[in-house]
Nanobody, 125 residues
Framework: VQLQASGGGLVQTGGSLRLSCAVS????????MGWFRQAPGKEREFVAAISWPGWTGSSTYYTESVKGRFTISRDNAKNTVYLQMNSLKLEDTAVYYC????????????????WGQGTQVTVSS
């Protein structure tokens, strides 16, 4: 199983980035996907998650600090999950990780089954 995160970079405050996470080695549509981040000297924290498609489509979940600015989405045909980040703030600076969990979405990183390698997002003033 591989989760390959990409799309990070350096951006000014108020700018945008779109992270991608390409997944291989598992049946993507059976997995909930999450994005987490870890800033220097801080613990990893939940950012956003999207449920498996199921019978009624995917649901999305966000930590309070990114609601209205970040959007998580998935393309099951491409086995890819995205995180569109708008109106970026200095405090969004972190390494962002994607993760996969069988069926059930969660905001607890310890419950995820697979992790990507991380992509650095740096927001400058």
């Amino acid at each position: 199983v591989q989760l390959q995160a990409s799309g990070g970079g350096l951006v000014q405050t108020g700018g945008s980035l779109r992270l991608s996470c390409a997944v291989s080695g598992l049946t993507f549509s059976n997995y909930a996907m999450g994005w987490f981040r870890q800033a220097p000297g801080k613990e990893r924290e939940f950012v956003a998650a999207i449920s498996w498609p199921g019978w009624t489509g995917s649901s999305t979940y966000y930590t309070e600090s990114v609601k209205g600015r970040f959007t998580i989405s998935r393309d099951n045909a491409k086995n890819t999950v995205y995180l569109q980040m708008n109106s970026l703030k200095l405090e969004d600076t972190a390494v962002y990780y994607c993760a996969a969990r069988w069926k059930t979405v969660s905001d607890m990183g310890g419950l995820y089954d697979y992790w990507g390698q991380g992509t650095q997002v740096t927001v400058s003033s």
